[in-house]
């Protein structure tokens, strides 16, 4: 990887940490530019994956305020996001690198379409909050809603927040910000249970998991400060440019 390589890694863990602080998706900036400097496949996959981590950990304690009071319930949404985690990221090693090839580019047109609908997504949420009282703590339905969550984001990991954000907002009587907070926390706990299977089990490139590592806690602490100011519609255009060019990239490969 030459020097401009590199910064343009780092400049993509940027600002995946920051759209994963606010929202997620952030996979769907990093994975194209590794694709383009030549990384395989499943070795681009799993060194994002690993790389992310600690720019999860920045998002996460970023918002910590809203934590406050989910303990009892991140338990359990935890458990089950763990148990997905570690289940998608066997399927990722144990599947042939040709079946990841094959599906992945439907799983980015999945998260791109996830992307999109978001805003709709945010305000049936905002207008069922404001109808009815619901539930405080994940049911049977949340958690098994969260596990498939988890096995999604082991294996791929592309808008697994977006995912995440939409099931609780459904299924949770909880304010946007605390619901985010959480969904930093769950993401977090996949991209770990996932990252550590891909150390002992995986081929990674350790030079883009530094780049990525470090720019993606700079994104992080960005993302959950002043990600809420950045124009949505913006945001979400550049999400789908990058994830069409990522799309047409493995196509053609």
Known sequence: MTFWEGFLVLLAGVGAGSINAV?????????????????????????????????????AIGYRRELVGQGRRLLRMGTASLLGGLLGAYL???????????????????????????????????ARRGDAEGPTQAGPLLLAG????????????????VLMIAMMGILLQETMLRINAAKNVLALIVNAVAAVFFIFVS??????VLLIAVGSV??????????????????RGIIVVVGLVAVTRMLIA
């Open 146 to 161: 969260l596990f498939l969550a988890g096995v999604y984001g082991g294996y791929f990991g592309a808008a697994q927040g």
């Open 23 to 59: 929202v997620g998706s952030g996979t769907l900036i990093t994975f194209p530019v590794l694709l383009a400097f030549g990384l395989p496949s499943v070795t681009a996959n799993v060194s994002n994956t690993i790389g992310l981590v600690p720019g999860t950990v920045s998002g």
């Open 203 to 208: 081929t990674v490139d350790w030079t883009a």
């Open 92 to 126: 990722l090693v144990k599947l042939p690198s040709k079946a990841f090839d094959t599906i992945v580019p439907v799983l980015i047109l999945l998260a791109l379409v996830l992307v999109v609908i978001q805003p709709r997504v945010a305000r049936a949420m905002a």
């Open 218 to 235: 700079i994104g992080g602490q960005v993302g959950s400060r002043v990600g809420r100011r950045l124009p949505a519609p913006a945001l």
